[in-house]
């Protein structure tokens, strides 16, 4: 496994399972199948509504808590409950966290960032960050945290590369953690031919090609799957490395194109919007 060397110097793994979309049965069975084949990074969220899910999932698969990276977030209609924390806690069935986040800048998202930053002093959360944070949100965020965060959680794969973010995670040494990075199943995406060329040579398939991308490109990566087969590839990827020359092919695919846009009409929804928690 590669990790990343975080800015307090905690160490996350650069490749983990992500359980956006999964149902609790099938977030529980993928999450004890990719620890048992050696995944040590696990995403979740309140909005997941399957963090129960994920923490039957851990405990079955017999691996160790300290050896799992397990990062989760909270949702805007939790920032101003003050037990938001420990209650996040309780349904993982854990003590603390690897990673966590505020997973929108909706509400009153800086009372939840506050809550992370006593996170982080009370020993409940090796790390913090922040989820769809960008433009004038990363700029207040920066004007008003105590202590920065150590991720941002944001879409990325070849066609969108947060060119215009980076510089400012780069200041700070925040690292960046993509979703949607296989371009949230876009044919097109995966079907470019440099990535089938790549796999080729290194005997991969393109969407492992991308994979690897993200990991030399510094980010840490979570795809998700209920495909047990699934998982075991996207975890098989980093007994190769591309070129530089590889890299710089690949970089010419960036065309600022993203698939998720979002509306402040829709922050205000978040914000209003309450997890229906997967009960005991």
């Not at 966290?97 to 090796?126: M, S, T």
Request: proline fraction near 5%; charged fraction near 25%.
């Amino acid at each position: 496994m590669e990790y990343l060397e975080l800015n307090n110097g905690v160490k996350c793994p650069a490749i983990g399972l992500g359980t956006y979309m999964l149902s609790p049965a099938d977030a529980e069975n993928s999450v004890r199948e990719a620890l048992k084949m050696g995944y040590p990074l696990v995403d979740t969220a309140n909005a997941y509504v399957n963090e129960r899910a994920v923490g039957r999932g851990i405990r079955e698969s017999g691996v160790a808590r300290e050896k799992v990276f397990l990062s989760t977030k909270l949702w805007p209609s939790e920032y101003e409950n003050r037990h938001a924390v420990e209650e996040t806690l309780s349904r993982l069935g854990v003590d603390y966290v690897d990673l966590l986040y505020i997973h929108q800048p909706a509400g009153n998202w800086l009372a939840g960032y506050r809550q992370l930053e006593q996170a982080l002093r009370e020993g409940k959360a090796r790390s913090i960050g922040v989820s769809n944070f960008e433009g004038k949100y990363m700029e207040e965020l920066e004007a008003r945290w105590e202590i920065a965060p150590q991720f941002i959680q944001a879409e990325a794969h070849p066609y969108y590369t947060q060119k215009e973010l980076r510089p400012l995670l780069d200041k700070y040494g925040i690292r960046l953690m993509s979703w949607y990075p296989l371009g949230h199943g876009d044919k097109a995406l995966v079907s470019e031919p440099v990535f089938a060329a790549l796999g080729e040579k290194y005997g991969k398939t393109p969407a492992q090609i991308i994979l690897r991308w993200h990991t030399q490109m510094g980010f840490a990566v979570i795809p998700g799957s209920k495909n047990v087969e699934h998982i075991r590839d996207n975890l098989n990827i980093l007994d190769f490395a591309l070129t530089d020359s590889e890299m710089a092919k690949i970089a010419r695919l960036d065309r600022g194109a993203r698939y998720y846009h979002r509306t402040e009409e829709q922050l205000a929804q978040f914000a209003a919007w309450r997890p229906s928690f997967e009960k005991e």
